[in-house]
């Protein structure tokens, strides 16, 4: 009977220090970007000029841009086409053809008024200052920055957040600008996501 109970407390020990690695890794924020207040010159990419232009900088293989990726059709969903916005998937030198092509790609290709293309050696992630897959930056018109950071509230957890929010209501209410929230995301600029620790 001491046996069992013995087995049964440490059984109980292991899931517990299980639990907790995974709820601090859900948890934990990836490094911060820190855009420029300005369009980055140089970019790439087409900023709107009659609205706002949002751009996601993402890992093809991050499992935690899943959620930051139907977070971002909740958004567009509520924008109503006051947004354009952009999907860069990183791509590394040596990735062999269609890398970046994945799952993950697909499902932001489906959102309705939302352009995907890869980022060639994470050229414009370093242009917006990005480092998390995940990371979002909100521009307006003008190119004045409205938000940069994470649109879910934990690593892969959808629902709501501030990011999506301060996102919504600078698009559709003309909130005022410079929302910053944390990304929830593997390395951007990493060939391989990863992993729990």
């Not at 957890?157 to 929302?179: E, F, K, Q, V, Y």
């Amino acid at each position: 009977m001491i046996k069992k109970g013995l087995i049964a407390a440490g059984w109980v020990a292991v899931v517990g220090a299980g639990m907790s690695v995974l709820l601090r890794y859900e948890n934990s924020p990836g490094a911060a970007g820190d855009p420029s207040a300005r369009w980055p010159a140089g970019s790439g990419i087409r900023r709107a000029d009659n609205r706002a232009t949002l751009v996601m900088l993402a890992h093809p293989h991050c499992p935690c841009t899943r959620a930051s990726i139907g977070e971002l059709d909740t958004i567009m969903a509520r924008a109503q086409g006051r947004v354009a916005a952009q999907v860069l998937f990183y791509r590394p030198a040596d990735a062999p053809r269609d890398w970046e092509k994945s799952d993950l790609w697909d499902k932001a290709a489906a959102i309705p008024d939302v352009s995907v293309a890869w980022d060639n050696q994470g050229l414009e992630a370093r242009r917006f200052h990005a480092a998390t897959s995940g990371q979002v930056v909100l521009y307006d018109a003008r190119g004045r920055l409205l938000f940069s950071g994470g649109i879910t509230e934990a690593r892969g957890h959808s629902g709501d957040n501030i990011g999506r929010d301060a996102i919504i209501a600078a698009l559709t209410m003309g909130a005022a600008g410079g929302a910053k929230t944390f990304v929830f995301g593997c390395s951007l600029l990493d060939a391989r996501p990863e992993p729990p620790q």
